[in-house]
C-alpha cells in the first residue's frame, strides 16, 4: 500500500477500510487501521501516544506554572529519549497536575477569605467556636493540601451563611493562618510562587495593617513582606523558611505577652470596680484608686508594671476593708450618743414642760386659797415636783456629759482611723500572699542595704528567681494551688535565709533575694541551700508531693549603682540559666 503523509487522506483511508473489513468502527480499531496506513513504526505510535498524553496534560495544566515547568521538562525527557526518567517525570507531572486543579479556590484567596471571614462577627459562629473548627480542620486534612483547601472553603463557607458586622481580628490569627500555609507548605509541596504570592498578601494585607500600635514590628512585616517577594524559586524559599519561622516564634511570644497584659489589666480594672462599695466611703479613696490605674496607663505597660498595680490595690483593698470596719462601728458608735444626747434634751424640755404647767396651777391654786392649810398643802405639792423635776434634770445632765464624752471619744477615735486610713496606702510595704516583702518593701529594703554596704565596704549580693514551668503547674494543679506552691517556696527561702537577708516577691513567680555582707561564692552557697531543701521540703498538693524547682541571677550590687541596673543584670543572668535548662543558678 503507497505510503500517505496527509492526515485527512490517512482519516478517510482508515474509514474505508473499516468499511470494507466489516470491522466494529471503534477507536481502538480505528487507531490501529490508521497507523497501519500511516504506516508508523512501533517507536512512532509509542511517541504519538506520549505526544498526545503531553497535549492534554498542557491542556489540563491551565494556569498552573509548576505543572507547565514538569510538562516541558517531559517534553525534554521525551525528547533526549530517556525513557528510564520517563516514568518519575510523568508522576511528577500528575503531581504539580493535580495539587492545582483539584484546589478549589487559590491558595491567596483562600487566605484573604480566611482572614477575612474570621474578622467578621456572626452571632452563630463567635470566635471560640471559629477556633474550635478550624482547629478540627487542621488536626484532619492528613497533610494533603488539596484535603486541606477543600476542607478550608467548606468552612469558610458555613462562617459566612448568617448576619455578620465587621470586627478586626488579632495579627496572632493572622499570623497563625500564614504560619499553617508555610507548614503546609513544607509537608505537601505546594507550588512555592503560589506560596509566595499569598505569604506576601497575608503579610501586607492581613498582618502589618493589624500592627498599627506596634512600629517597629509592623516595619518588620513589611521587611520579611519584601524578603518574600525575592523569593525567586523553590530552593531560595526553603533557605528563606527559617527566617519566617524566626520571625513567627518572635510574634508568638509578641502576642503571648500581649494576651498576658491584656489579662492583668482586666483583672486589675476588675478589682477595682468590685471594690467600689469598699473604697467609697471617702471620696478621697476614689480619687487615689483611680490615680493609680491613671498612673499605669500612662506608662507603658508591662506584666512587672501592672502585678505591682494590682499587688498594691490588692492589699490596699484589704487593709481599708478592715479599717473601714472599725471606723463603720466608731460612727455608729457616735450615731448612738447623738440619738441618745436628743432623747434627753427631749425628756428635760418635757419635764420641764410639765413642770411650768404645774407651776402655773399651782399660781391658781394658792391665788384661790385662803387659807395657810391649803396654801401649805399646795406648797408641799410644789416642792415635791419641783425636787423630782431638778432629779430629772440632774440625771439628764449627768446622762448629758457622758454622752458628750463618749462622743469625743467616738469622734477622736474616727479621726484617728481616718488618719490611718489615709496613711495606709503608702504604707503597705509586704505581699499579702507570701508575707514576702513587695515592690515597694524591696526599694525600701534595697536603700537600707546599700547604705549599709556603702558604710562599711562589704559585698551586697542580689539574686533574682523565677519558678519553672509555674504556668504549667497553674494549669495542671489549678491557681489557688499555685497560690500554696508560692506561700511554700517563701516560707522555704524564708527558713534559710540569714535574718539579716531578705526576700520579695518581684512580680509574678520572681523573687529578689537581698543578702547583706555576702560575695558571689557565698550567695551561690545560699541558692544551692534553698535549692537541695526544696527537694527535700516538697510542696503537697491533694498527699501528692510536688517538686517546684526554680531558675535565678546572681549578682554584686555596685556601690553606686542603681537598682534597676543590679536587678537588669540578675534578670539577665536568670535567663540564661533558663535557657540552659533551668533548675540552676548562674552568676554574673
Ligand atoms: N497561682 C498564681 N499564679 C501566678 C501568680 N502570678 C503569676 N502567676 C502565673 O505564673 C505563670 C508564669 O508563667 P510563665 O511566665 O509562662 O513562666 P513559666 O511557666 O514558669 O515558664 P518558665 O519561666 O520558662 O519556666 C503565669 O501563668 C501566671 O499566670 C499568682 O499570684 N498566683
Not at 510538562?71 to 511528577?92: G, P
Not at 506576601?200 to 517597629?216: F, K, M, Q, S, Y
Not at 546572681?554 to 542603681?562: F, R, Y
Request: glycine share 4%; proline share 2%.
Amino acid at each position: 500500500m503507497e505510503k500517505l503523509s496527509n492526515p485527512t487522506d490517512i482519516a478517510r483511508e482508515t474509514l474505508k477500510q473499516l468499511a470494507l473489513r466489516r470491522i466494529v468502527p471503534s477507536p481502538d480499531h480505528y487507531e490501529a487501521i490508521y497507523h497501519e496506513i500511516a504506516q508508523t513504526s512501533d517507536d512512532e505510535r509509542q511517541h504519538a501516544g506520549l505526544k498526545e498524553l503531553i497535549q492534554a496534560l498542557e491542556g489540563l495544566s491551565g494556569q498552573n506554572p509548576e505543572a507547565k515547568r514538569q510538562v516541558e521538562q517531559l517534553k525534554r525527557i521525551i525528547r533526549k529519549e530517556e525513557w528510564s526518567n520517563l516514568y518519575d517525570q510523568l508522576i511528577r507531572c500528575f503531581n504539580a497536575q493535580s495539587s492545582q486543579s483539584e484546589l478549589s479556590k487559590t491558595w491567596a484567596d483562600l487566605i484573604k477569605d480566611l482572614i477575612l471571614q474570621w474578622d467578621l462577627r456572626n452571632p452563630a459562629y463567635p470566635p471560640s467556636r471559629k477556633k474550635e473548627a478550624l482547629d478540627r480542620v487542621l488536626a484532619n486534612f492528613g497533610n494533603n493540601s488539596t484535603e486541606l483547601n477543600n476542607k478550608l472553603v467548606g468552612l469558610i463557607g458555613s462562617w459566612s451563611e448568617t448576619g455578620v458586622e465587621n470586627n478586626v481580628s488579632p495579627a496572632s490569627d493572622v499570623a497563625a493562618a500564614i504560619n499553617d500555609l508555610t507548614l503546609s507548605t513544607e509537608t505537601t509541596g505546594i507550588n512555592w510562587q503560589d506560596w509566595r504570592e499569598s505569604t506576601v498578601t497575608a503579610l501586607e494585607v492581613g498582618l502589618a495593617a493589624r500592627l498599627l500600635h506596634n512600629p517597629d514590628l509592623q516595619q518588620e512585616t513589611l521587611t520579611i513582606a519584601n524578603e518574600a517577594k525575592a523569593v525567586g524559586n523553590q530552593a531560595d524559599m526553603e533557605k528563606w523558611l527559617p527566617r519566617l519561622r524566626k520571625f513567627w516564634l518572635k510574634l508568638e511570644l509578641q502576642n503571648d505577652q500581649e494576651d498576658r497584659l491584656a489579662d492583668g489589666l482586666m483583672r486589675l480594672l476588675r478589682l477595682l470596680t468590685d471594690n467600689m462599695a469598699e473604697i467609697v466611703i471617702d471620696d478621697e479613696w476614689v480619687r487615689g484608686q483611680i490615680a493609680v490605674i491613671q498612673t499605669i496607663m500612662a506608662q507603658p505597660l508591662d506584666m512587672r508594671v501592672l502585678y505591682d498595680a494590682e499587688a498594691g490595690l490588692k492589699e490596699v483593698l484589704f487593709k481599708q476593708s478592715q479599717v473601714k470596719h472599725s471606723l463603720v462601728e466608731a460612727q455608729a458608735a457616735l450615731k448612738n450618743m447623738l440619738t441618745s444626747f436628743i432623747d434627753r434634751l427631749g425628756l428635760i424640755s418635757q419635764s420641764t414642760d410639765n413642770y411650768h404647767a404645774k407651776i402655773t396651777q399651782y399660781a391658781t391654786k394658792i391665788e384661790a386659797a385662803n387659807d395657810l392649810v391649803s396654801i401649805r398643802h399646795v406648797m408641799e405639792d410644789l416642792m415635791q415636783d419641783t425636787r423630782s423635776m431638778q432629779i430629772d434634770v440632774l440625771r439628764s445632765r449627768d446622762d448629758l456629759l457622758e454622752a458628750r464624752k463618749q462622743a469625743d471619744l467616738a469622734h477622736s477615735r474616727v479621726i484617728e482611723l481616718e488618719k490611718e486610713l489615709t496613711a495606709l496606702s503608702d504604707k503597705v510595704r509586704e505581699d499579702q500572699l507570701t508575707g514576702a516583702l513587695n515592690r515597694r518593701g524591696l526599694e525600701d529594703a534595697y536603700q537600707i542595704e546599700l547604705a549599709r554596704s556603702q558604710r562599711s565596704n562589704a559585698p551586697f549580693a542580689l539574686s533574682l528567681l523565677d519558678i519553672d514551668n509555674f504556668k504549667k503547674l497553674n494549669d495542671n494543679l489549678g491557681h489557688a494551688a499555685g497560690d500554696k506552691a508560692l506561700q511554700h517556696l517563701v516560707q522555704v527561702v524564708k527558713d534559710l535565709l540569714r535574718p539579716t537577708d531578705t526576700v520579695a516577691r518581684y512580680g509574678g513567680e520572681e523573687f529578689v533575694i537581698l543578702m547583706p555582707n555576702t560575695n558571689l561564692e557565698e550567695g551561690m552557697l545560699v541558692m544551692q541551700r534553698v535549692q537541695r531543701e526544696l527537694t527535700k521540703r516538697f510542696f503537697m498538693h491533694e498527699n501528692e508531693k510536688v517538686l517546684i524547682t526554680f531558675s535565678a541571677g546572681l549578682t554584686l550590687a555596685g556601690v553606686d549603682e542603681n537598682r534597676d541596673a543590679v536587678l537588669a543584670r540578675a534578670d539577665g543572668a536568670m535567663y540564661l540559666a533558663k535557657k540552659s535548662g533551668k533548675n540552676r543558678v548562674e552568676t554574673v
